[in-house]
């Protein structure tokens, strides 16, 4: 662990106590805002700059199969379609994706870009400040360190359901930090929460400078992003972690 980093510093109107008594009865809240901001709009505007996206898909198979995203957009339509309907939930496969993601902190929890504006952020998920603020959230004594990744949802992307459940990795908390402005229910890529059922039980609309914290395991998707969305859903997403 260690200081804040940068120019990122935790928002001073955080109501700890209220945050806390609703995580411990819901097993989710969205922290808005997170940070200022200023640091907030400079993050988004890094991300949306970023052009060494990597497409990520996985398509019923046990491993996902990436794409750089000049691949990707060499690609004709016609074969970027077939590849998103082999990705498509169409039969009981439990787990299907397609987004795209820019991975900073993997499992190693080895910061691949320290010095960039992204890389800054990613260290300070794991700074002393905001480990203290997610132990007190959560109630887990252990968390000292959170994995990150950039992810950019365009349209028909989607993130099918799922619960994080991964002992080795030492999993305690899922976070989604929102770097989308004016989103639309109707335009899909909504973090949905599912009962055993399968019943969606509540979803959060991408929102700016908002960090969605929820326990795992726990049953979630991200809905597909309509045909129709003039945006891309961006955020950063990541783990907390005891490691």
């Known amino acids: ?55 990520r898909v996985l398509a ?25 309907q082999a990705a498509g939930p169409i039969d009981r496969d439990p787990f299907r994706y397609i987004f795209q993601q820019i991975v900073v902190i993997a499992d190693d ?16 998920m794991s700074s002393d400040p905001v480990v203290e603020l997610m132990r007190f959230l959560t109630g887990a004594p252990d968390i000292d360190a959170a994995d990150a990744s950039a992810t950019r949802y365009g349209a028909g992307d989607f993130l099918t359901l799922h619960n994080d459940h991964l002992d080795e990795h030492g999993r305690r908390a899922a976070y989604v930090f929102g770097l989308t402005k004016e989103w639309r229910t109707e335009w899909g890529g909504l973090l949905q929460f599912h009962s055993k059922s399968g019943d969606i039980l509540h979803g959060k609309v991408p929102r700016m400078n908002a960090l969605t914290l929820f326990a795992v395991p726990q049953d979630h998707s991200v809905s597909q992003v309509s045909s129709f969305a003039p945006n891309s859903r961006y955020s950063v997403t990541g783990w907390l972690r005891a490691t």
């Open 60 to 84: 019923g198979s046990s491993k996902p199969i990436e794409f750089a995203l000049p691949a990707w957009t060499a690609m004709s339509d016609t074969q970027r379609q077939a590849i998103r």
């Open 109 to 124: 929890l080895r910061n691949l870009e320290p010095s960039t504006v992204l890389g800054r952020f990613a260290a300070f």
């Open 1 to 55: 662990m260690g200081g804040s980093s940068g120019s990122f510093s935790l928002h001073p109107d955080i109501d700890r106590q209220s945050l806390r008594r609703d995580f411990a009865e819901q097993g989710c809240v969205q922290i808005a805002p997170f940070i200022s901001d200023d640091a907030a709009e400079e993050l988004r505007d890094h991300v949306i700059a970023r052009d060494d996206w990597r497409v």
